[in-house]
C-alpha cells in the first residue's frame, strides 16, 4: 500500500493533529449517538454501546493530543 507523501513527510505535530482530529470527530459522533439513546421513545430499547464513555474517553485523547500538535505547530516543527 502506497503512503501519500503529505502524510509521509508529515512532521510529528501534524500527526498528533490528524489523529487527535479523528479522535475529536469520534468523540462529537458519539455525544450526537448519546443524545439519540437518551431521546428514545421506547425505554426498553437500550442498546450495548456505552456512548457517553467513548465520547468522554475519545475527547480528552482528542484534546490532549490537539494540545500537543498545536505546540508542536507554535515551536515551528
Known amino acids: 500500500m502506497h503512503e ?3 502524510i509521509r513527510f508529515a512532521s510529528d505535530a501534524t500527526l498528533y493533529g490528524l ?3 479523528a479522535l475529536l470527530s469520534i468523540s ?8 439519540r439513546r437518551r431521546k428514545r421513545s421506547n425505554i426498553d430499547r437500550v442498546g450495548i454501546m ?4 467513548i465520547g468522554a474517553l475519545t475527547g480528552f485523547a482528542g ?3 490537539m494540545s500537543f500538535a498545536g505546540v508542536g505547530w507554535l515551536a515551528g516543527a
Not at 462529537?28 to 443524545?35: G, L, P, V
Not at 456505552?50 to 464513555?53: H, I
Open 28 to 35: 462529537a459522533f458519539s455525544a450526537w449517538r448519546d443524545y
Open 63 to 65: 484534546l490532549a493530543l
Open 4 to 6: 501519500p507523501d503529505w
Open 50 to 53: 456505552p456512548w457517553r464513555d
Open 19 to 21: 489523529w487527535g482530529g
